[in-house]
Each structure stands twice: as structure tokens, then as C-alpha cells.
């Protein structure tokens, strides 16, 4: 009797298990390249990134973990990565009135002016918290969050050791709280007036090490933010303040720090309309002050400028500049009526965007009897808070067209007019910014209904870098992207399984003449249900990958490069 109930509850708890999952494979072959002064491997013929990840859930509890490999890493990621080792796990449960988490944690607070933890393997980005999260939720529309821990610093032990030697991260500790009015109140449960409201408080505890600076060792950071609806319309605004925090990215500045990000939009069927605004200074947050580039940021400025894919349009993405910046984008979708003269059959869809980023005026300050601006040690500055600089960081208006034009034919097209500070963004010193005009189109064409070709045909022409530019010895590397560009693809796919493409990317018009090269890739993929295989080899352009206003620099590169990702 006790080993046939027994027996019945095991079998209703296997019953209840799911196991799922993903694991992915990112290998490359180096080759030499003369020809795009590749001359030197330095003993790297191999770069090797993958992971496995695999999930458990069992009603209110779940599990998991990811193993990672970096043997060596991918040129272009970050030697630290170079290891293997488990890099995340974690534990939860929750039962929809009080959810607990233990190990690693991605999550964020708001739109995470103050705090998002999360992970981006495209560029290698993973600042996870480790320790424990608290989720409550004592009513209807409220929800209070938690989190305590410290931040994953490639594969440094987490363990608090000496302070003055080993790991020095700070801890994390952060509260954040919202509430919808619409699901908590009876009366607004149909209104066509939607509300939530939240806040949250951030801090790091770290240490002071410094033996020139007085560093706080507990630096705090509070937001709040609103979100309003009204049928098509809605509103939300966000607004964050930081105590001074004196790092290596703001030059030691004991500055506060604020951030300010709204948007506006409207919505109806056949069109959009957003408006977003958003003001930053000196909002850069890491758990350790010595910190550079990407690591250990508790927080997050998203940028608010228009995603490009296509190979030529994102040679030029934007990066967030946490130091300061100014920034608006305006964006219509609208979608003319199918049967109309311009619909035709299918309707056609335009886009137009425009978004701009410039930089904070930033006045000097008294220190000792002198005006300085951004000093060492001192306030660093002041800066009118709706005050915008001349220094223009980024703009791009950009105009699409999407078009079935029949059963079998699709059409896609845009132009961009863009300017990119690259001195700033990508910090080439002394280099004029980019300022040029880009267009593409992409056409495809469905065969029948298991084969199709698509043709990609894409420009970009400089305006004030010609093939004649002067230049010295010393600015040469700083010029390796710049100029006219041309590129063309074409793909062939035989659904549901294999596609084949080759491409060109050529710099013709670089004003150096050794880097007006051709970078040909050929590429064959193959999907089988969730698992996909890809091969590719040829060259790849110098350049900066960028993901959600994160970026991170790819190196030139010839060789062979292998992708398997599969889930379950």
C-alpha cells in the first residue's frame, strides 16, 4: 500500500517536470590576409565560444543552469572570458503571492535607468547578480521586488575575500515598487484611463581603495516613473537621480548623476506615431569604480535611436554615452490602404524616423580660484538641465518603404542620411565625423512554395572623406571603415531546410588606398526543426557590434567560421 502510493506520486511529480533548454556553438578558423593587413595571428588559429543551457520547472519550482566555454574566446571578446566553468545558476520559487530566487538573477527595475542585470551573448555582456531576489505581490496590480548580491565579473570568484587584492565588487542591494491602478481598483478595472505608478532604490556598497580620492563606499540611486493611457494615446516618463559617485568613466567627478526618459505615442490601425525624449549626466553605475567599457554597469540607458540590420546602416550604430546626452526620436508607421491607388493589392507600409543625440552643456565651476570644467577631484561642472550642447553626436533620418508588390514578389527600401561623431563613439581621435547618405534595397522573390531568392543591393557615400584626403602615417588605422562603400547579396532558399548566400562588402572609396578592399563571405545554412547549422568563410570588415545601444569592436578578419544552436 505505503509503495503504491508512493509509486503514484512519483509519477504525478515526473508528470508535472519539463526539461528544456538551448545550447550554441560559435567556432572560427584564422586565416592570414595580407591584403587586409591581417600579418600576425599571435598563436590564435582558433576562437571557440559556447554554452548549454537547461531549465527545470516543476509547478512553483524551477531551476537552472548554463555552462560556458571560451577556448580561446572569439577575437573580439574580451580575453577575460578566455575559461570555462558554470556560469549560471539559479533556483525559484514562486507561487504567485510571494516569488524567491537564489544564485544567478537578470532583472530590471522600470525601464533600468537604475538597475538591469541581463545578458547579451552576442557581445559577450553578462553582469547577472548573484545572491537572492524576493518578489511580493500582496494585492491585485502590486508587485515589490527585492534583490541583494554581486555582480558575475567574467569567471572572478564572487567569494568576499581581501579586499585589497583580490575581488573588490561592491553589493548590490536594490528595492523597487509598482502598482496598476486599473487591476487594483474595481472601478478602473474597464476604464478606458490606464495608470501604474513605481519606484525604485539602488545601492553599492563597496569599499574605498583609492589613495588619491575619497570614494563613497555606499552610493545610492533612486527613480520613479509613471505610465498613463488613454485609448490610442500613452504617455511614460521616468526619472533618476545618483549620488556623486567619483569612477574611471567620469574622470573622478564627485557630480550627481540624473536621467530623464519619456515617451509619447499614438496608435491607431494603419498607423503609429512615437515622440521620445531623454536627458543623461553622468548616470554611469558599476559595482566597482576602477570599472571601464561594459563591465559590472548595474544600470542602463537605453538608447532611443532606430535599429538598422542591414549590413551597411549598422556599420555606424549608436552607443549610449552614460557621461552625458541629449537625445529625441521622432518615428510614423503608417500603412496605406490595400485598393487604393498606392496600397495596390497588399497595402505598402512606410516608416519615417528621425533621432538625434547631442551632447550636455556643461559650465565650468570655481575650484582653489579657477574656472574648471570636469576636473579631477572636484564637482566637475554644471550643466542647465534643458540646456543643449552644439556637439552633435548622432543623427539619422532614415525613410522606408515595405511593399508586397504580388503573391511572389516583396520590397523593401530605405535611405538614411546620416552623421556619426566617430571620435566620440569609437574614439578615434582627431577624426572628422561621418556624415553620409545610405540606401538600400532588398527584393524577394518567391519561386514556388518551397524555393525563393532574395537580392540585397546597398550604398553608402561619404561626404567629406574623399579618396584624396590627406592624412598622416599615424591616423591610417583610424580610417580603416571610412569612405564610399558597396554591397550586394544574394541568397537562395529551399524552405524549410537549407539557404546559400554570397555577398561583397568594398571599400572602394577609402581616402587610403591599401584598405579599399573587398571583404567576400559565402555562407550555407541548414535548419532542422529548433536546430540550425551555419558555415561561412571569407573576410570580415573592422567594425563595431552593437546591441540595445551596447557595443563592442570586431577586428578584421579572413577565415572559417562554424554556428550550431539547438533547443528543446
Not at 520547472?57 to 578566455?82: D, I, K, M, Q, V
Amino acid at each position: 500500500m505505503i509503495l503504491g502510493t508512493l509509486s503514484l506520486h512519483a509519477q504525478s511529480f515526473l508528470e508535472k517536470s519539463q526539461i528544456s533548454g538551448s545550447f550554441q556553438t560559435d567556432a572560427q578558423y584564422y586565416m592570414l590576409d595580407k591584403d587586409i593587413d591581417i600579418t600576425d595571428l599571435y598563436g590564435k588559429k582558433f576562437g571557440i565560444n559556447g554554452f548549454g543551457k537547461i531549465n527545470y520547472t516543476n509547478g512553483n519550482f524551477s531551476a537552472g543552469l548554463r555552462f560556458e566555454a571560451f577556448l580561446p574566446e572569439l577575437n573580439g571578446f574580451r580575453n577575460e572570458l578566455n575559461g570555462v566553468g558554470l556560469a549560471n545558476i539559479f533556483a525559484t520559487y514562486d507561487n504567485g503571492f510571494i516569488g524567491i530566487t537564489v544564485g544567478d538573477i537578470y532583472d530590471q527595475f522600470g525601464s533600468g535607468l537604475v538597475f538591469r542585470s541581463y545578458e547579451e551573448w552576442s557581445l559577450g555582456m553578462d553582469n547577472s547578480l548573484r545572491g537572492m531576489r524576493v518578489i511580493v505581490r500582496p494585492t491585485a496590480g502590486v508587485t515589490l521586488k527585492g534583490v541583494y548580491g554581486r555582480q558575475r565579473f567574467y569567471w572572478a570568484p564572487y567569494l568576499e575575500r581581501d579586499f585589497n587584492y583580490d575581488d573588490y565588487r561592491g553589493i548590490v542591494r536594490g528595492v523597487d515598487g509598482e502598482w496598476n491602478l486599473n487591476q487594483s481598483i474595481p472601478a478602473m478595472n474597464y476604464s478606458e484611463f490606464k495608470m501604474s505608478i513605481g519606484g525604485s532604490f539602488v545601492s553599492k556598497k563597496q569599499y574605498d581603495q583609492s589613495l588619491f580620492y575619497y570614494i563613497p563606499e555606499n552610493v545610492g540611486a533612486a527613480a520613479g516613473r509613471i505610465n498613463l493611457g488613454y485609448g490610442r494615446f500613452a504617455f511614460t516618463t521616468e526619472y533618476a537621480y545618483k549620488i556623486n559617485d567619483p569612477s574611471a568613466i567620469n574622470n573622478f567627478i564627485y557630480k550627481e548623476g540624473q536621467s530623464l526618459l519619456s515617451s509619447l505615442s499614438y496608435s491607431q490601425k494603419g498607423l503609429g506615431i512615437v515622440l521620445q525624449v531623454k536627458r543623461t549626466d553622468n548616470m554611469s553605475f558599476k559595482s566597482m569604480y576602477t570599472a571601464k567599457q561594459n563591465d559590472l554597469d548595474i544600470n542602463f540607458i537605453p538608447p532611443i535611436n532606430y535599429t538598422h540590420t542591414h549590413s551597411l546602416p549598422s556599420m555606424y550604430t549608436y552607443s549610449t554615452q552614460p557621461n552625458g546626452e541629449m537625445a529625441a526620436q521622432f518615428q510614423v508607421n503608417y500603412t496605406i490602404p490595400k485598393g487604393t491607388w498606392l496600397g495596390g493589392k497588399y497595402g505598402t507600409k512606410l516608416t519615417l524616423n528621425m533621432s538625434q543625440v547631442n551632447d550636455i552643456v556643461r559650465d565650468s565651476i570655481m575650484d582653489q580660484g579657477q574656472m574648471t570644467i570636469n576636473k579631477r577631484g572636484t564637482l566637475g561642472y554644471a550643466s542647465n538641465f534643458f540646456a543643449i550642447s552644439d556637439h552633435r553626436f548622432f543623427r539619422d533620418i532614415n525613410f522606408e518603404i515595405d511593399k508586397k508588390i504580388s503573391r511572389d514578389w516583396h520590397l523593401t527600401a530605405q535611405y538614411i542620411n546620416l552623421y556619426y561623431d566617430i571620435e566620440t563613439i569609437e574614439g578615434h581621435a582627431g577624426a572628422p565625423p561621418v556624415q553620409a547618405n545610405i540606401a538600400f534595397l532588398d527584393v524577394t522573390y518567391k519561386i514556388n512554395k518551397k524555393q525563393s531568392i532574395r537580392l540585397e543591393l546597398q550604398g553608402l557615400w561619404e561626404k567629406e572623406v574623399k579618396k584624396g584626403y590627406v592624412y598622416d602615417e599615424s591616423e591610417k588605422k583610424d580610417y580603416q571603415k571610412r569612405g564610399d562603400w558597396a554591397f550586394g547579396l544574394i541568397e537562395y532558399t529551399i524552405n524549410p531546410h537549407w539557404s546559400f548566400s554570397i555577398a561583397d562588402k568594398w571599400n572602394y572609396g577609402n581616402p587610403v588606398p591599401e584598405f579599399r578592399d573587398h571583404y567576400f563571405t559565402g555562407t550555407v545554412s541548414y535548419i532542422h526543426e529548433a536546430t540550425r547549422i551555419m558555415l561561412s568563410g571569407g573576410r570580415q570588415s573592422e567594425g563595431v557590434v552593437c546591441v540595445g545601444g551596447v557595443c563592442r569592436t570586431v577586428p578584421a578578419s579572413s577565415g572559417v567560421s562554424l554556428t550550431v544552436s539547438t533547443s528543446f
